[in-house]
């Protein structure tokens, strides 16, 4: 068991449902998850770290256009793509994390690159775009991230606006389909990592910043778990979910599944849908969401890998 290497990836909760879903576009998403879990698995397979093995796997769908993270973010209220990313070392927690950056292709290995050479955490806007430059990260224009679905997404959302039509659940999106992407792994010398990386909710505005690249809402990692979240920002920002369900089961040895659905409730209670991720040092994996679906997956060494979409599988 000491050497068993785990992976467990998330593409977004939100209303997944199979009757919204073309044949084209569930498995589209199927095949995304299973080569985010094939990148990371290589890694881990051949002895990496989980810090590696999360990045590579949230690379995988930042790259593709079917998740809001990298390319296929959402719009803000502007029309432009604001991104989000974080991750975080269970090992040393070390963490680095960036918000609101427009121009680095992979927000991902930004927020990478934050931890290992920056002196800081966390960086927004254009001064983490100019150290992503400085760090000679690839860059990447608007049009790389602009995808026309989630223009449609945006003019929706403003028609509502204008119509004054309530939105149900999160203020800002009239879908309430997430698609922010996140990973945790353990690796084969036990140390678990996470990582997540979102667009972060259509129509936002006024430069807000959601839970995923706050350390310890959206994305936490230490000895013991490690969580990746997706769901209404706002919400998991004030319950802290991410260190709120890894504290649980480092001082109170809860199973990771029941203080994910535990935190989980507590936050629906406020008013916040969505979903979580989260490994065990162990290798105890949980998947929790109180919204129709999660994209998602997992993979351990010597099992075939797994993904999953709607509630119901
Ligand atoms: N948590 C993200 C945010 O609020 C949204 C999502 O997960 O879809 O920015």
Same mark, same amino acid.
């Given at each position: 068991?000491?050497?068993?290497?785990?992976?467990?990836?998330?593409?977004?909760?939100?209303?997944?449902?199979?009757?919204? #879903?073309?044949?084209?576009?569930?498995?589209?998403?199927?095949?995304? *998850?299973?080569?985010?879990?094939?990148?990371?698995?290589?890694?881990?397979?051949?002895?990496?770290?989980?810090?590696?093995?999360?990045?590579?796997?949230?690379?995988? *769908?930042?790259?593709?256009?079917?998740?809001?993270?990298?390319?296929?973010?959402?719009?803000?209220?502007?029309?432009?793509?604001?991104?989000?990313?974080?991750? #975080?070392?269970?090992? &040393?927690?070390?963490?680095?994390?960036?918000?609101?950056?427009?121009?680095?292709?992979?927000?991902?290995?930004?927020?990478?690159?934050?931890?290992? /050479?920056?002196?800081?955490?966390?960086?927004?806007?254009?001064?983490?775009?100019?150290?992503?430059?400085?760090?000679?990260?690839?860059?990447?224009? =608007?049009?790389?991230?602009?995808? =026309?679905?989630?223009?449609?997404?945006?003019?929706?959302? /403003?028609?509502?606006?204008?119509?004054?039509?309530?939105?149900?659940?999160?203020?800002?999106? =009239?879908?309430?389909?997430?698609?922010?992407?996140?990973?945790?792994? /353990?690796?084969?010398?036990?140390? *678990?990592?996470?990582?997540?990386? %979102?667009?972060?909710? %259509?129509?936002?505005?006024?430069?807000?910043?959601?839970?995923?690249?706050?350390?310890?809402?959206?994305?936490?990692?230490?000895? %013991? @778990?490690?969580?990746?979240?997706?769901?209404?920002?706002?919400?998991?920002?004030? #319950?802290?979910?991410?260190?709120?369900? @890894?504290? /649980?089961?480092?001082?109170?040895?809860?199973?990771?599944?029941?203080?994910?659905?535990?935190?989980?409730?507590? &936050?629906?209670?406020?008013?916040?849908?969505?979903?979580?991720?989260?490994?065990?040092?162990?290798?105890?994996?949980?998947?929790?969401?109180?919204?129709?679906?999660?994209?998602?997956?997992?993979?351990?060494?010597?099992?075939?890998? #797994?993904?999953?979409?709607?509630?119901?599988?």
């Amino acid at each position: 068991m000491a050497e068993d290497w785990t992976l467990v990836i998330h593409g977004g909760a939100g209303v997944i449902e199979r009757e919204r #879903m073309t044949p084209e576009r569930d498995g589209a998403v199927r095949r995304a *998850l299973h080569e985010a879990l094939a990148a990371g698995s290589a890694i881990l397979e051949r002895g990496g770290t989980s810090l590696d093995a999360v990045a590579a796997a949230v690379r995988v *769908l930042e790259d593709d256009p079917n998740f809001n993270a990298g390319r296929g973010a959402v719009f803000t209220a502007e029309g432009a793509n604001e991104l989000d990313a974080a991750i #975080m070392d269970g090992r &040393t927690r070390a963490a680095g994390a960036v918000a609101g950056v427009t121009a680095t292709r992979n927000p991902i290995s930004l927020a990478r690159a934050v931890m290992d /050479r920056s002196g800081h955490v966390m960086l927004i806007g254009d001064g983490a775009d100019a150290f992503s430059r400085s760090q000679g990260l690839e860059q990447a224009g =608007p049009e790389w991230f602009a995808t =026309p679905e989630r223009r449609e997404q945006l003019e929706r959302w /403003r028609a509502a606006q204008q119509a004054g039509l309530p939105q149900s659940g999160l203020a800002f999106d =009239p879908d309430h389909k997430f698609g922010t992407v996140g990973a945790v792994a /353990r690796d084969r010398a036990g140390n *678990l990592a996470a990582a997540t990386s %979102t667009g972060g909710v %259509t129509g936002k505005r006024w430069g807000r910043v959601g839970d995923a690249p706050l350390i310890g809402a959206g994305t936490y990692a230490d000895a %013991t @778990c490690a969580v990746s979240a997706t769901g209404a920002g706002e919400f998991y920002i004030r #319950m802290n979910v991410a260190h709120e369900i @890894c504290a /649980r089961v480092r001082l109170s040895g809860e199973p990771v599944q029941q203080a994910a659905d535990a935190v989980q409730a507590e &936050t629906l209670q406020l008013g916040g849908s969505g979903g979580v991720i989260g490994l065990t040092a162990d290798g105890e994996a949980a998947f929790s969401f109180n919204t129709p679906g999660m994209y998602r997956g997992v993979a351990r060494q010597g099992d075939a890998a #797994m993904v999953a979409v709607y509630g119901d599988e």
